[in-house]
């Protein structure tokens, strides 16, 4: 691969929380291929930590494989297409486990996976796990939920704040491995110097809301501070499911330019 013309820093970590007893988020990176993934598995007898570890382990190998040998020729088209190769194997890898072993009935994952290219971001999701960019002190969601509380806030039929009290958070409408397919909503963004990158599960979005999310990233300069800030965040919060967090940061090829990070209040 080329000497990418934006450098990334990397950092990735897990909680069960406090009121969970087993871990059934998984994160993975691949450095190398500038790709990072995270998951949050579902279904009994530990079969959400089988299928959340199953898709990652997928886009690590397969696809990280895949961008190390192709991605400096590939088009942004060809790479979203192996994204969508490489979930699409592991959606049918999943649902057949779940088919074959009644200990792994039902079981079926959310997925975050993101890859990083010269000035692009190609960012896909399924489920309810969600992905946010730090810009200029800003933080916005650039992720849509695929949920029945979206769903209903995008018909109209309740409001944010009504959502954010509901008990039915847990309830997604897309998810890896429950059907013979799934879709992979994919969009690109572009990169910045100095930009922030947060992938979590809702065990950090359920318990923080993004004006707690941007404060925290804002007063912790270094990645794994701010991850274990976010972290204890959300376990000080109540902790009710587990925590998974990727935080990737955006440098500048130019080491004379300034981003804005230098300029926190």
């Not at 059907?179 to 359920?206: A, I, W």
Request: glycine residues 8%; aromatic residues 6%; contains cysteine.
């Amino acid at each position: 691969m080329p000497v990418p013309v934006m450098p990334l820093e990397f950092f990735s970590a897990t909680d069960t929380g406090r009121a969970r007893k087993n871990n059934e988020d998984c994160v993975a990176v691949h450095e190398g291929a500038r790709l990072a993934a995270l998951a949050d598995g579902m279904g009994g007898y530990l079969a959400g930590e089988v299928a959340s570890s199953m898709v990652t382990s997928f886009v690590v190998t397969e696809l990280g494989r895949w961008l190390e040998q192709a991605s400096s020729e590939a088009t942004d088209a060809e790479v979203r297409r192996a994204m969508d190769i490489c979930v699409d194997n592991a959606n049918r890898a999943i649902f057949n486990a779940s088919n074959s072993n009644p200990h792994y009935a039902g079981m079926g994952t959310t997925l975050v996976l993101a890859v990083f290219r010269e000035g692009l971001l190609l960012l896909g999701h399924v489920g309810d796990s969600r992905a946010y960019r730090m810009r200029g002190g800003h933080l916005v969601q650039v992720t849509h939920d695929h949920s029945l509380l979206q769903e209903q806030i995008d018909a109209g039929l309740i409001t944010a704040e009504q959502a954010a009290l509901s008990s039915n958070k847990n309830l997604v409408t897309r998810a890896v491995g429950v059907e013979e397919t799934v879709l992979l909503e994919t969009h690109v963004h572009e990169l910045m110097p100095g930009d922030t990158y947060l992938l979590c599960s809702d065990g950090l979005s359920d318990m923080l809301d993004d004006t707690s999310i941007a404060y925290l990233l804002l007063d912790n300069e270094s990645l794994p501070s701010a991850g274990a800030a976010l972290i204890a965040a959300a376990n000080d919060a109540g902790g009710k499911d587990n925590i998974a967090v990727i935080l990737v940061r955006v440098h500048s090829s130019n080491p004379v330019a300034r981003s804005w990070w230098p300029f926190r209040r």
